[in-house]
């Protein structure tokens, strides 16, 4: 924080911005500890020691100094933009992360404009559905990933469609350990960002990828071992996914093919596909030429 700071006050304007480093040393400190208990709706835009000529400082900082592709500070963005896990939006989990979104509004909450704790990885499309909102009350308050710990237990629930390519429904289940604040939070943000629609495309997508893969593994398989090699594949995928946090909604698809008894059969081709006949061809056609001779 303090190094963005002097960054970001390279001239007489930003004096009174300077000298307020410890102040916002302590502000930072108390954002922290509100976020790590769930507790950041009662983060007050006004702070102890920062006035408002600071608070417009920082804001004017920003804009000018941190975000601006010409400003001093712009190399601490970028690095801050470039932490995003696998370069994906922190909201969302699956599309590319593009900027940096301030999880308090910048216009409600100067103080905190740039902060490094306060600015979050996004994708546009999130970005532009988060806008200035900020929560009033605990379940509320969207997920928070420097703060928000969900635990080791699968959450994101996925139901496959016994349809062609298999598509799924993604959801939220909750675990054991949670409690009804969190489980609130975490369907809030799922549905406030329409997760469950953008999730399922995605794992279509992923499946598309994977299809023909799928077809060889059936075809491949020896003494009717075809469904069988396909779950190990799938699970053998799910656990790959799971390595990073990022792809857990990949992870958790995988986990629901490999657990279908109908995809691990078949359930992967498309309506227009002809089981087995382009993944069989180049055996078939040998045997069928040498008995004509």
């Known amino acids: 924080m303090s190094e963005i700071v002097a960054a970001c006050t390279l001239d007489p304007e930003t004096a009174a911005f300077a000298d307020a480093s410890a102040a916002l040393a302590r502000v930072e400190a108390t954002y922290a500890a509100l976020a790590s208990d769930g507790r950041i709706f009662e983060f ?11 608070a417009d400082n920082v804001s004017w900082a920003y804009d000018i100094r941190l975000s601006s592709k010409k400003g001093p ?8 933009r470039l932490q ?3 370069g994906s939006c922190t909201n969302c989990m699956a599309r590319d992360a593009a ?8 216009i409600d909450f100067p103080v905190v404009a740039i902060q490094p704790t306060n600015l979050l990885p996004i994708c546009t499309a999130c970005n532009g559905t988060k806008l200035k909102t900020s929560a009033t009350e605990a379940n509320e308050q969207f997920l928070h990933p420097f703060f928000d710990r969900l635990g080791p237990e699968r959450w994101m629930g996925v139901t496959v469609l016994e349809e062609p390519s298999s598509p799924t429904v993604f959801e939220v289940r909750r675990p054991a350990n949670w409690d009804d604040t969190l489980y609130e939070r975490v369907q809030n943000h799922f549905e406030r960002f329409q997760l469950g629609v953008l999730l399922s495309q995605k794992a279509g997508t992923l499946m ?10 059936f075809a491949d398989a020896l003494d009717g071992d075809g469904p069988a090699a396909v779950r190990r594949e799938a699970a053998r995928l799910a656990l ?13 698809a995988f986990e629901a093919w490999s657990n279908s008894t109908w995809f691990c059969s078949g359930g992967w081709r498309m309506e227009d596909d002809r089981p087995l006949d382009s993944a069989m061809a180049h055996r078939l ?4 030429s040498a008995s004509a001779g």
């Open 44 to 54: 007050e835009s006004q702070q102890p020691g920062i006035s408002p000529e600071v």
């Open 73 to 80: 500070g712009r190399a601490y963005y970028d690095e801050m």
């Open 84 to 86: 995003a896990p696998g």
């Open 99 to 106: 900027a940096l979104d301030h999880y308090l509004p910048k």
């Open 208 to 217: 598309g990828n994977h299809r023909l893969a799928f077809e060889s593994f």
């Open 240 to 252: 790959s996914y799971a390595a990073q946090p990022q792809s857990a909604w990949a992870a958790a």
């Open 285 to 288: 056609a040998p045997a069928d």
